[in-house]
């Protein structure tokens, strides 16, 4: 836990400085998702589903965006390259490959650090194949 709170002050420090904008440094702020759940439905074996998640950042500090982890090698997420500032919005964005999946249902988790509290959200991908 206290690895992760450091990597998170970390990450505040590389992408915190741009131009004259002051951040306060191991600040938690808050954020809210649209959702954390996408339905991808029922999708042909092959496709590409892009689940894009819509985050808020609700606190009064930058939302920064440590690690942005899939749960298997078949999803990739992008996560935002800059942290977010009080008040606006962004997305993340998972592919999940189902050429490479090898059951009817589509469950895949995509992990999210972050500087709030508690600092790890879960977005989940479900679906089913035909």
Request: hydrophobic letters at 40%; glycine letters at 6%; charged letters at 25%.
């Amino acid at each position: 836990m206290k690895l992760l709170s450091l990597a998170c002050v970390g990450l505040l420090l590389l992408f915190a400085c741009k131009d004259d904008q002051t951040v306060e440094v191991g600040a938690q702020t808050s954020m809210v998702f649209k959702s954390t759940v996408f339905n991808a439905g029922t999708v042909y074996k092959g496709e590409v589903i892009k689940a894009v998640f819509e985050v808020e950042n609700t606190g009064d500090h930058p939302l920064v965006f440590g690690e942005v982890r899939p749960s298997c090698s078949c999803t990739v997420a992008k996560k935002p390259k800059k942290p977010l500032m009080p008040g606006k919005r962004t997305k993340i964005v998972a592919e999940v490959n189902t050429d490479d999946l090898h059951t009817k249902r589509i469950h895949k988790v995509v992990t999210v650090m972050t500087n709030t509290s508690p600092n790890i959200t879960l977005l989940e991908i479900k679906g089913r194949i035909k």
